[in-house]
């Protein structure tokens, strides 16, 4: 019997500083252990240092940009998937396409554009929003990454319960809360004290970061502990995704104890965890919520706001606060830097929380879905 045959769009490959790239990255790397399973990678341009085991087809695309990404998305990928014979697509992104000669197996991380209508602004982002939510429905099978995320994607998109299945993520051997040399040459590089608050991320309006502003303000007048930024800042602040944090920052006058350090790397961003006295995540909505678990992961005590996945993926591991009260994060975090008895029994148990995640359990439920959905294919084309 020859092996199960699958074709995955690998976009985001050259991509490990986003969500998806991560995804796509750790799911292939675990997917490579199971047996009897061949994984074709499909590429828009070719690139190094490329797992054993997993072939290739790099196919380029002939338009750059939007355009050539929504072309790579609807036509090549499926026609290539096609051509190499694969018994099955995942596309593991939110880019289903709309015709497709095999069955196709689509991730959908959140429905981020549904619950935030300003990420859909302009008519290229609305277009391609509802291209991509109207071929979800051409999905033999969804997978997401959180139940919250389950039931936003069968609410907002329509789509029956059963066909959507929650795979959930994890964090690699890396962050670990065993002190390493390189977190001191980390510390160093960014200049950190010996206590500081984190908060690693993006910097869009639905992270709520004017609200942790906001609630380290009073922080800030009775402790000199500073509240480090981490992460890709964007190019222009003030628009209506990315609001104006640095202006928020300034009045109230905190120039000296909140710094924005911008993009790390991973290494780095594993020291940064375990350096951190405190993690802080406010955000609104999200997917899964990977930050806190990397944080939890690396024996850093974790804040979080009580919306959407992340209270899912923390459980009782942390301090779920409301994340519209700025005076509840406040208290947070007061009480995260000055209860030592709080703050050790936290970094415990967010350490025993984090193991309870592992990417060989997100792998295997990945292959049941695939090996149950072409199973339930095969038998419904046996009874016509």
Not at 98 to 104: A, G, K, N
Not at 271 to 299: H, K
Not at 323 to 340: C, E, K, N, V
Request: some cysteine; charged content about 20%.
């Amino acid at each position: 019997m020859s092996p199960l045959h699958i074709a995955i769009n690998a976009w985001f490959w050259s991509r490990p500083d986003t969500g998806s790239g991560q995804y796509v990255i750790q799911l292939v790397q675990a997917l490579r252990s199971e047996r009897d399973l061949k994984i074709t990678l499909i590429l828009p341009q070719a690139v190094q240092d490329l797992p054993d085991g997993v072939n290739t087809v790099i196919i380029g695309s002939p338009l750059r940009g939007h355009w050539g990404k929504l072309l790579f998305e609807q036509v090549l990928v499926p026609y290539h998937a096609a051509q190499i014979g694969a018994d099955l697509l995942h596309v593991p992104y939110w880019a289903t396409p709309m015709i497709t000669p095999l069955p196709t197996i689509t991730t959908i991380f959140d429905v981020i554009t549904r619950i935030f209508p300003q990420y859909r602004a302009g008519w290229l982002a609305e277009s391609y929003v509802r291209l991509v939510e109207r071929s979800a429905h051409r999905s033999a099978h969804i997978l997401t990454d959180s139940h919250a995320a389950r039931s936003d994607i069968a609410t907002q998109l329509r789509i029956d319960p059963s066909r959507i299945t929650v795979t959930w993520l994890a964090t690699t051997g890396a962050f670990s809360p065993t002190p390493t040399p390189e977190d001191a040459i980390v510390k160093a590089k960014y200049h950190l004290p010996d206590r500081f608050v984190l908060y690693l991320g993006g910097f869009q309006f639905h992270k709520n970061l004017l609200t942790l502003i906001d609630a380290y303000a009073p922080i800030a007048q009775e402790v000199a502990i500073p509240l480090i930024l981490a992460g890709r800042l964007p190019s222009a602040w003030g628009s209506v995704q990315f609001p104006d944090l640095p202006g928020r920052i300034a009045e109230h006058g905190l120039g000296d104890q909140v710094r924005l350090i911008g993009q790390v790397s991973d290494r780095d961003k594993v020291s940064l965890y375990r350096l951190a006295t405190l993690f802080v995540f406010p955000s609104l909505y999200e997917g899964f919520g990977l930050p806190p678990l990397e944080a939890m992961a690396c024996g850093c005590p974790v804040i979080v706001g009580d919306r959407s996945s992340v209270p899912e993926i923390v459980g009782e591991a942390g301090i779920l606060v409301d994340a519209r009260d700025p005076q509840a994060l406040t208290d947070a975090i007061r009480r995260g830097l000055t209860d030592a008895t709080l703050h050790a029994d936290l970094v415990q148990r967010g350490i025993d929380r984090a193991a309870h995640f592992s990417w060989k359990q997100t792998a295997q439920a990945t292959l049941r879905c695939y090996q149950e959905t072409l199973g339930l294919r095969r038998a419904g084309k046996q009874r016509l």
